[in-house]
């Protein structure tokens, strides 16, 4: 638990609550949401996952993956060689399994899963599902494994302050 709220930036490098997580749970201010249950917190938390680079998955996705790409599709091996490369230019090792692991983790976190396999943990693991930035390919005939799309589209569900907040934050 301790990784993500550090990876969320509701933890700082002591440990210690960051005013950044003051004022998303303050139960007072109209402007917190103690429940998570507004879209623009959603937005805020996805902005501060990949900012962070504490999960570094998230921002290596997001923020290179698809930068000079003009494809906006990708399957787990191919996120895997990419992400086996940018280890490898970092002269960090990887661990097969780790990485297969970590990939399923980042994928739950964006959508539903699939029919038949829904569990409790699901509810939580998937997050970011209402943000709608990942969606899954229907797999044809002859494709041996699923296909993922990044949904770059304007969106309108950004709330203007959290857009504001990410830009001047950059």
Known sequence: IQFWLKAFYLLDDESVLTDFTKSIFNPNPSSSDPY??????SWLLHYKLCS???ASIYN???????????IDT????QLANFLKRKASEADVTVNDKTLHNDINVFLKSYLLP???TKSFEDDFSALFIEL???KEIPRSLNSTEELYRIQREIREDIPEEIFLFAVLNE
């Not at 290596?60 to 003009?70: G, I, P």
């Open 60 to 70: 290596l996705v997001f923020r290179e993956y698809f930068h000079d790409r003009a």
């Open 132 to 134: 709608g930035l990942i």
């Open 114 to 116: 699939a029919k038949g």
């Open 52 to 54: 962070t680079k504490y």
């Open 74 to 77: 990708f399957s787990k091996s």
């Open 36 to 41: 998570l249950e507004k879209t623009g917190t």
